[in-house]
């Protein structure tokens, strides 16, 4: 009914660049936010980056703030993140979300509505 695909991933090396791809498919639903998400082995997953559908607010967590850049296109309903100079820590699994509703606490995964299969992403040193 809804779908959310990503790609993109794969291995890269510390200090290039990669961008990861979100497309939505499916029947029509509200965006109040979509969002990136990772989850490495043994942790929990953490937020992103997100982006609010009314002005296109972005919000980034520390770890990627100045190096990863959140953006979307309606046209092509696709959600994008920009990983610029990737570091070996950001090694996950990505995943995109969308939550359909007004919700203030953006950055917390347990809020979100969709959930895409993720797309493995690998930095090297």
């Known amino acids: 009914q809804v779908q959310l695909v990503e790609s993109g991933g794969g291995l890269v090396q510390a200090g290039a660049s990669l961008r990861l791809s979100c497309a939505a498919s499916g029947r029509t639903f509200s965006k109040y936010a979509m969002g990136w998400f990772r989850q490495a082995p043994g942790k929990e997953r953490e937020f992103v980056a997100i982006?609010?559908?009314?002005?296109?607010?972005?919000y980034y967590a520390d770890s990627v703030k100045g190096r990863f850049t959140i953006s979307r296109d309606n046209a092509k309903n696709t959600m994008y993140l920009q990983m610029n100079s990737p570091k070996p820590e950001d090694t996950a699994v990505y995943y995109c979300?969308?939550?359909?509703?007004?919700?203030?606490?953006?950055?917390?995964?347990?809020?979100?509505?969709?959930w895409g299969q993720g797309t493995q992403v690998t930095v090297s040193s």
């Open positions: 982006i609010i559908r009314s002005g296109g607010r972005t």
């Open positions: 979300a969308v939550r359909s509703d007004y919700v203030f606490e953006t950055s917390n995964p347990r809020v979100y509505d969709y």
